[in-house]
């Protein structure tokens, strides 16, 4: 390859890179203890999440969840009111990326969704796929809406206004558009118990993707069916808790009633 092809191919990832559409390899995240509200160490030693993993997070409201996504979003090096450190892939992330509005480490899905667009599913899709530059972006769309429909307790049409879909719809919706279009790695779901949607599926469909999802959540059943839980109190991390074999099992027995 000549000089002037490599600085072209240079330039050309560097664009992708500031579109956002560059796919972002994230096979791990690993957590270091930092401090709570109280100035005493976190209750863990390291905390090592990968990707298609499901991690929940616990707590009273206040108790320092928002904090934690903070500081796993600003991929924290000690720099934070908590002082954890948090790598990617084992590494720091080099200041390139942690300060580039354009690379989002982490896709939220928040409780209350509402849209504003005068688009309807279609466009909306549509919309979303071409600004990631995807080529067959048809099939994209019928994958995305299919996906959002078997998530929805009541299903919509793809031309349905997107200012018309109730909220489990539009939370259905924004799940399957982040499991299959986002290049986020990880991704952040706040109260999924209230949403409305199919919960099991709407994990699963997420893990397939490959994505680490952290969910905070009140409910314990909702908890149990993540791979461990954090503990959070006085705005530190109290506890991890591994989930057992026997938990699952229980976990298995409650979703056939």
Same mark, same amino acid.
């Given at each position: 390859?000549?000089?002037?092809?490599?600085?072209?191919?240079?330039?050309?990832?560097?664009?992708?890179?500031?579109?956002?559409?560059?796919?972002?390899?994230?096979?791990?995240?690993?957590?270091?203890?930092?401090?709570?509200?109280?100035?005493?160490?976190?209750?863990?030693?390291?905390?090592?999440?990968?990707?298609?993993?499901?991690?929940?997070?616990?707590?009273?409201?206040?108790?320092?969840?928002?904090?934690? *996504?903070?500081?796993?979003?600003?991929?924290?090096?000690?720099?934070?009111?908590?002082?954890?450190?948090?790598?990617?892939?084992?590494? !720091?992330?080099?200041?390139?990326?942690?300060?580039?509005?354009?690379?989002? !480490?982490?896709?939220?899905?928040?409780?209350?969704?509402?849209?504003?667009?005068?688009?309807?599913?279609?466009?909306?899709?549509?919309?979303?796929?071409?600004?990631?530059?995807? *080529?067959?972006?048809?099939?994209?769309?019928?994958?995305?809406?299919?996906?959002?429909?078997?998530?929805?307790?009541?299903?919509?049409?793809?031309?349905?206004?997107?200012?018309?879909?109730?909220?489990?719809?539009?939370?259905?919706?924004?799940?399957?558009?982040?499991?299959?279009?986002?290049?986020?790695?990880?991704?952040?779901?706040?109260?999924?118990?209230?949403?409305?949607?199919?919960?099991?599926?709407? *994990?699963? *469909?997420?893990?397939?993707?490959?994505?680490?999802?952290?969910?905070?959540?009140?409910?314990?059943?909702?908890? !149990?069916?993540?791979?461990?839980?954090?503990?959070?109190?006085?705005?530190?991390?109290?506890?991890?808790?591994?989930?057992?074999?026997?938990?699952?099992?229980? !976990?298995?027995?409650?979703?056939?009633?």
């Amino acid at each position: 390859m000549s000089k002037d092809n490599k600085e072209l191919d240079e330039m050309d990832f560097d664009l992708l890179d500031i579109l956002g559409v560059t796919e972002q390899k994230v096979e791990s995240i690993t957590l270091l203890p930092g401090y709570n509200k109280k100035g005493e160490k976190e209750g863990y030693e390291e905390l090592v999440i990968k990707a298609g993993e499901i991690v929940a997070i616990v707590g009273p409201t206040g108790s320092g969840k928002s904090r934690l *996504l903070a500081d796993i979003e600003w991929g924290a090096q000690g720099d934070t009111p908590t002082k954890r450190t948090v790598l990617v892939n084992g590494e !720091l992330m080099d200041a390139k990326k942690r300060f580039s509005p354009s690379y989002k !480490l982490v896709a939220q899905l928040s409780q209350n969704m509402n849209f504003v667009m005068d688009l309807t599913v279609r466009e909306f899709i549509d919309l979303h796929a071409e600004s990631r530059l995807v *080529l067959d972006r048809e099939s994209v769309i019928e994958k995305i809406f299919n996906q959002a429909n078997e998530l929805a307790g009541e299903k919509f049409t793809i031309d349905t206004p997107i200012t018309s879909l109730s909220g489990g719809q539009s939370r259905a919706l924004m799940i399957s558009d982040t499991a299959i279009l986002s290049t986020s790695p990880i991704v952040l779901i706040d109260e999924i118990e209230n949403a409305g949607i199919d919960r099991k599926k709407a *994990l699963d *469909l997420l893990v397939g993707n490959n994505k680490i999802v952290l969910m905070a959540t009140h409910d314990p059943i909702l908890a !149990l069916m993540g791979d461990r839980r954090i503990v959070i109190k006085n705005g530190g991390i109290s506890k991890v808790i591994e989930s057992t074999a026997e938990e699952k099992k229980y !976990l298995r027995c409650f979703n056939r009633t």
